[in-house]
């Protein structure tokens, strides 16, 4: 069995080429980002406006906060299939 940190993950997405699960075609690296003040959170559905964000069911941090900076976060993107790939 291997174990990988999200740093090597992350190297190897950076040096290797990436190819789309669904149709086989290399994946164009590239970065997601949000709006400025905004941070990247994964969950099983999306809080409402007046919910903690954090208190989500099956809620993970993606990236924190960066007041007056845009998040953003190494990513793939299949523009065929419409499919991006990041490691956190």
Not at 6 to 18: C, D, H, I, T, Y
Not at 24 to 47: C, H, I, T
Not at 57 to 80: M, N, Y
Request: hydrophobic letters at 45%; glycine letters at 8%.
């Amino acid at each position: 069995m291997w174990i990988l940190s999200a740093a090597f993950l992350v190297n190897l997405m950076e040096v290797s080429r990436m190819v789309c699960t669904k149709c086989g075609k290399e994946m164009r690296k590239g970065y997601l980002f949000a709006s400025k003040d905004g941070a990247f959170s994964f969950a099983s559905g999306v809080p409402g406006v007046f919910e903690k964000a954090d208190k989500a069911d099956g809620f993970v941090e993606i990236t924190s906060l960066k007041p007056g900076h845009r998040t953003s976060i190494a990513a793939q993107c299949c523009e065929e299939c419409r499919m991006l790939v990041i490691s956190y």
